[in-house]
Nanobody
Framework: QVQLVESGGGLVQPGESLRLSCAAS????????MYWVRQAPKKGLEWVSA????????VSADSVRGRFTISRDNAKNTLYLQMNSLKSEDTAVYYC???????????????WGQGTQVTVSS
């Protein structure tokens, strides 16, 4: 069955960095667009970044562009999110998610992981 397992979250101070990882299994990882989404306390789900099947094309939300970088290693079935210059407003539970359809960017997710908490506070 499809499994997505996030890791790498933690408590950091403003301006610091973290790298999140998402280990994928149960499907052909290299055939799907993958996403990072987040949910801040008392807020809805927010899309953060997306990457195409080969890792060549990425897109990010305005709120994180220039600070966060999404990438993937298809040989390791792993998705990453490098987060630099973290701000308090980045505090959220971060989830990786799989696109609904292979070889397409529908921005609809059919599976996501349990999430990893990122807290940015001084």
């Amino acid at each position: 069955q499809v499994q997505l397992v996030e890791s790498g979250g933690g408590l950091v101070q403003p301006g610091e960095s973290l790298r999140l990882s998402c280990a994928a299994s149960g499907f052909t990882f290299s055939s799907y667009w993958m996403y990072w989404v987040r949910q801040a306390p008392k807020k809805g789900l927010e899309w953060v970044s997306a990457v195409d099947m080969g890792g060549f094309s990425t897109v990010s939300a305005d709120s994180v562009r220039g600070r966060f970088t999404i990438s993937r290693d298809n040989a390791k079935n792993t998705l990453y999110l490098q987060m630099n210059s973290l701000k308090s407003e980045d505090t959220a539970v971060y989830y990786c998610a799989k696109d609904l359809s292979p070889a397409s960017s529908t921005s609809k997710y059919d599976y996501w992981g349990q999430g990893t908490q990122v807290t940015v506070s001084s």
